[in-house]
């Protein structure tokens, strides 16, 4: 059986197809659009301490209930994941594809956060240490219904 390692999930977000669109809050099981840029985004609270903790709640329980079954790794080497960086993609990624392909909107509303996988950082691994092999960057934007997951790096 062939297992998509956490860094081949960029190629996945671009071929998913109807991974859902369906809102993600931190009661609800999140999911991901996968399929496009989000749509209906909101301003985020300026001040990180009003808007990280729900972020954060809700990417790792997309972490623990989505992620599994999009990028098809083990949910035991998922487990652990912890959020390293909390960054608004203004700030991540000034210019670039998401402003281009989604919009001066989605680009300001967005949010990037890099999770790290314990399981997935093997000092041991055969061809070498894997750095990128440890941490994904989800792309986050705050909905009607809560924070949704809509993308990866």
Known sequence: ?????IAGLVLLTTLAVGAGAARS???APPSATFSG????????????????RPLRAAVLQFVRTSLPKISKTPAKDLLGARIRKVVPVRDWLPSGWIKRECGLTVWRDSV???VYFPHLDRPRNPVG????????TVL????RGGW???GAV
């Not at 989000?38 to 985020?44: E, G």
């Not at 240490?129 to 994904?136: E, F, R």
């Open 140 to 143: 986050t934007a705050l909905t």
């Open 37 to 52: 840029c989000p749509r209906d985004t909101r301003p985020f609270p300026v001040a990180a301490d009003r808007f990280e």
């Open 25 to 27: 809050t931190v009661a």
């Open 1 to 5: 059986m062939t297992r998509l390692p």
């Open 148 to 150: 949704t997951v809509w």
């Open 129 to 136: 240490h894997c750095n990128a092999c440890a941490h994904l």
């Open 112 to 114: 990037a956060v890099d």
